[in-house]
T-cell receptor, first 113, second 114 residues
Framework: GENVEQHPSTLSVQEGDSAVIKCTYSDSASNYFPWYKQELGKRPQLIID?????GEKKDQRIAVTLNKTAKHFSLHITETQPEDSAVYFCAASRNSGNTPLVFGKGTRLSVIA | EAQVTQNPRYLITVTGKKLTVTCSQN?????MSWYRQDPGLGLRQIYY???????DKGDVPEGYKVSRKEKRNFPLILESPSPNQTSLYFCASSMGLLRGEKLFFGSGTQLSVL
């Protein structure tokens, strides 16, 4: 089955700097890669996703890149703000068969003002 | 309001006392799933359901049961809870995960088994 590795497990950045979180996956048939953000004490919420027919997707200060050959994808947050502090989870799945979404272990991002 | 409703939010129980955590969604979603979240281990899937009367084991199904008799409800049952099931539990639903649809999470249930 699918295995998703996420790095780093913790990340501290100064406000205004960029943050990058990386994930690798094992199943070459995976073609859907979402990112979820979980603020302290809250539920995870989808912030951005990318499908395998696209190499990069951007939404304001957040971008995700995908390298299918290397089987890795990354979340990029620019101009970080204190409200970006949260745990971020990457995930992967394939749009066929009876295979569920598999999550990485999460990255705790702290943005220091 | 579209939502996934979990109850209870907090639960303290003792070893061996059967309990049920309820999950209900009002979005007519086909896919529902249960996760447990433990520090450093991320979100691990317990069971999932692609549709009514269809359930499958996730990564950590031992000690849990589920049922999907109706589309909107997906209860999680712990027949004989043990301390290693102390965790934060999330229910989630999606219109169709196979199509890469967004997961909606419930607010979570913090379970402590003494």
């Amino acid at each position: 089955g699918e295995n998703v590795e996420q790095h780093p497990s913790t990340l501290s950045v100064q406000e205004g700097d960029s943050a990058v979180i990386k994930c690798t996956y094992s199943d070459s048939a995976s073609n859907y890669f979402p990112w979820y953000k979980q603020e302290l004490g809250k539920r995870p919420q989808l912030i951005i996703d990318i499908r395998s027919n696209v190499g990069e997707k951007k939404d304001q200060r957040i971008a995700v890149t995908l390298n299918k050959t290397a089987k890795h994808f990354s979340l990029h947050i620019t101009e970080t703000q204190p409200e970006d502090s949260a745990v971020y989870f990457c995930a992967a799945s394939r749009n066929s068969g009876n295979t569920p979404l598999v999550f990485g272990k999460g990255t705790r991002l702290s943005v220091i003002a | 309001e579209a939502q996934v409703t979990q109850n209870p939010r907090y639960l303290i129980t003792v070893t061996g006392k059967k309990l049920t955590v309820t999950c209900s969604q009002n979005m007519n979603h086909e896919y529902m799933s249960w996760y447990r979240q433990d520090p450093g281990l991320g979100l691990r899937q317990i069971y999932y359901s692609m549709n009514v009367e269809v359930t499958d084991k996730g990564d950590v199904p031992e000690g849990y049961k589920v049922s999907r008799k109706e589309k909107r409800n997906f209860p999680l049952i712990l027949e004989s809870p043990s301390p290693n099931q102390t965790s934060l539990y999330f229910c989630a639903s999606s219109m169709g995960l196979l199509r890469g649809e967004k997961l909606f999470f419930g607010s979570g249930t913090q379970l402590s088994v003494l």
